[in-house]
């Protein structure tokens, strides 16, 4: 049994009969407008035409038809053209010599692009690893796989980069890094573990100190050198040296030999206090190896040793003679007589003394 092609409507309106109505006078008036007395208005298509003919013939100064397609040309600077071809669009700014911006199938070629861009997934500048992006996971350069890109900037606006050249001003920032070089570093306080540098510095003249590959020094208002631990040999790193104005050595305090030994040495040496009453304590077994010249008294709490009669300046034949003048005298036993004549001192009538005595012990 045959049976006819059954169609199928979908994705249409269904219209009530009001609706069918209301289009059904519409169209009537369309066509009213159209024919006077069963016949077509030509009256109507002229009236077009002429104003067809009007606009066309306004717009000659701004359209133009050539050999190219339509050319938009501006009525202020007839350079500036935009050109319509079978192939896209051409904006120019010298009557079509050279294109700035063209619009093909193939993507947009333009010098500058102004204002606010759409949402676009990706932008890409370059090839392989020479190239930058800028896609959803942010800004990179340097390297097709954004991770490895040797700058980027991620949509937080966190920013990587292996090298960079500022020439600006960083305000209110922290730089974490391992590294920074530069040829001048200006700030009121640096804070590090350790710092590495040619010259280190308190001034660039005048009283100062400075610490570079020669060791420490201080500096006078003349810019002469006062104290001084160089760094030169292995001798002198481990001495400070004083000097005069005259820049000669006049005395150190150093630790030359490996025996432990701590030296103060200078050619002219005072120690001594800001007042006589404050005295200068020696703890320990101090050696004095040379001349030593007392110049007010001297007091011992303790006993001396090793300290002979010799080694006193005329001590030794002050006490010979001393010796000697008592070997003259008696000794503590001797005793002896003394006569005496007879005398009566002077007294008449006096008895006579006199007679032999024996002296007693001295």
Known sequence: MDKHTQVVLANFKVQDYDDIIADLERSKRIMNDLLSGGKIRTDVFETFAKQAVIDINNSKTQIIYDERGILLQSKVDVRNQVILTSDGIVLTTDGGKTPRVAITGQGVLAEAIRGVLGDFVSMVIGSGNLVTKINPQGISSGHSDYNQAPFRVDMAGNVVARSIKLTGQIDNSTMLSSLIQASRIVGNEIEGGTITG??????????????????????????????????????????????????????????????????????????????????????????????????????????????????????????????????????????????????????????NWGGTFTTSTP
């Open 198 to 351: 040619a010259l280190i510095r308190t001034a660039t003249g005048g009283r100062r100190v400075e610490l570079d590959v020669q060791g420490f020094r201080s500096y006078d208002a003349s810019g002469r050198t006062r104290i001084q631990i160089a760094t030169t040999e292995d001798a002198t790193a481990a001495a400070i040296i004083w000097r005069d104005t005259n820049g000669s050595s006049v005395g150190e305090i150093n630790s030359y030999q490996s025996s432990g030994q701590f030296s103060i040495v200078g050619s002219n040496m005072f120690i001594g206090s800001n007042s006589s009453g404050n005295p200068i304590r020696l703890q320990g077994a101090p050696i004095i190896a040379g001349p030593a010249e007392f110049r007010s008294s001297v007091l011992f709490n303790g006993s001396i040793t090793g300290l002979k009669i010799t080694d006193i300046t005329g001590l030794q034949a002050e006490l010979s003679s001393i010796w000697a003048a008592l070997n003259s005298k008696a000794s503590s036993s001797h005793t002896h007589s003394v006569t005496l004549p007879t005398h009566n001192h002077g007294i008449a009538g006096a008895s």
